[in-house]
């Protein structure tokens, strides 16, 4: 049912000028999902941020800890919270080239390309120097798109946000005589502003999600008990916080070889890439 691709996708995972409250939409749920899954990363001028993450999926649990300082994300620490595997940093960095480079485990070289009213940030990946490709993402208030290129995939998603409804349209083999296609609904209960539904290709209902306000912002949960594969559960949760400080890079964990288990994931901490 899903292909997974290890972790070397770019991120969506800070939010972008649009901020919460400005989205042209009417349903709460919604609209923060189409902040997490279109948001991008380096704007500088974002009302939230996404400051970390929790999953558990069949008993498997892992977090992902975001860095920033001048309301730019500096570092992702990603913990599998497996015993014998250690805390991996990722290290970003923004409109610079290639001699910024630590050259040691997963790096990101983040450029801004926007132009007029469209949002645009270009996100070059590497692994130890070695350069794995390249996510192009843009953005307006109620619509985006990231496209992925690096060696043997070339994918194109978009984000389209109407009055209770988020569509996500995938194009994998995109730009090639041989592009798949799939789609992903996400639809607002129609008695409940916080509370919405994704839907895959079948239409089937793959998870639960829920917007939960609190007094730093709010998080959104994804409950997929009842729907995960052979009964098992998949329980994942972003948590956001109001963007009003620049947070200090913090030095206690020193960056540590790349845990073999976080390849497998993207910057959000889901399975790279599902179809």
Known sequence: MSLFRISRQFILVSISVLTFSAVASANTC?????????????SGEREFRLDSSYFNERGNEWTHKYIYENKLLMEMHFDPKTDGEEISVNHFYHDVDESALKKNGLEYIISNCSKNDTLCYEQKMYSNG?????EIIKSTPNYASTETIESSIHWFFEYILQTDTLIQKKYYDYATDHVRTGQTLFAADSSDDFKCYQYNDDGEIDYIILYKPNEKGFSLSLDGKEFGIDG?????????????????????????????KARYFDLLGRYRFSK
């Open 30 to 42: 919604t609209d923060a999902t189409f902040i997490l899954y279109s948001s991008l990363i380096g």
């Open 130 to 134: 070695v350069y794995d490709g390249v």
């Open 232 to 260: 098992e559960g998949y329980d994942r949760e972003f948590f956001f916080v109001k963007n009003e400080e620049t947070t200090a890079i913090r030095k206690t964990i020193k960056p540590a070889r790349i845990s073999p």
